[in-house]
C-alpha cells in the first residue's frame, strides 16, 4: 500500500504559478502510476494529470494543456504539478492519487488519495 500527502497550494493571482508537492509512502511506490485531480466546489472530481510508474508516460487535461507539468522523482518519493499561466476556472482543492496500474482519467479507478489542497486563483 501507498499514502500520499500533498502540500503546495495557496492563493495567487491570474497568470501566477504555484508548484504542488506530494509525498509518498510505501516500499511499492516505482510500481505505482500518479495522478492529479482537482474539486471545484458544487462540481464532481475531474482528472488534471497523471504520470506512469516509469515517469515516461505523461498525461494532461485538454484544459490544462501547455500550462501544467507533472514530473516524479522516485528516489524521494514525490510527484510535483508545476502550474503556470494559472485562470480563476484552475480554483479548485487539488488531491493527488496513486493506482497500481497506469493512468486513467476515471477517478473511481484510483486507490489511494491525500487530504487535497487549497489552490485559489484570484482575477
Known amino acids: 500500500q501507498v499514502q500520499v500527502v500533498e502540500s503546495g497550494g495557496g492563493l495567487v493571482q491570474a497568470g501566477g504559478s504555484l508548484r504542488l508537492s506530494c509525498a509518498a509512502s510505501g516500499r511499492t511506490f516505482t510500481s505505482y502510476a500518479m495522478g492529479w485531480f482537482r474539486q471545484a466546489p458544487g462540481k464532481e472530481r475531474e482528472f488534471v494529470s497523471g504520470?506512469?510508474?516509469?515517469?515516461?508516460?505523461?498525461y494532461y487535461a485538454d484544459s490544462v494543456k501547455g500550462r501544467f507539468i507533472i514530473s516524479r522523482d522516485n528516489g524521494k518519493s514525490m510527484v510535483y504539478l508545476q502550474m503556470n499561466n494559472l485562470e480563476p476556472e484552475d480554483t479548485a482543492v487539488y488531491y493527488c492519487?496513486?493506482?497500481?496500474?497506469?493512468?486513467?482519467?476515471?477517478?473511481?479507478?484510483?486507490?489511494?488519495w491525500g487530504q487535497g489542497t487549497q489552490v485559489t486563483v484570484s482575477s
Open positions: 492519487a496513486a493506482r497500481t496500474m497506469n493512468v486513467v482519467t476515471t477517478a473511481q479507478s484510483w486507490t489511494y
Open positions: 504520470v506512469n510508474w516509469s515517469g515516461g508516460g505523461k
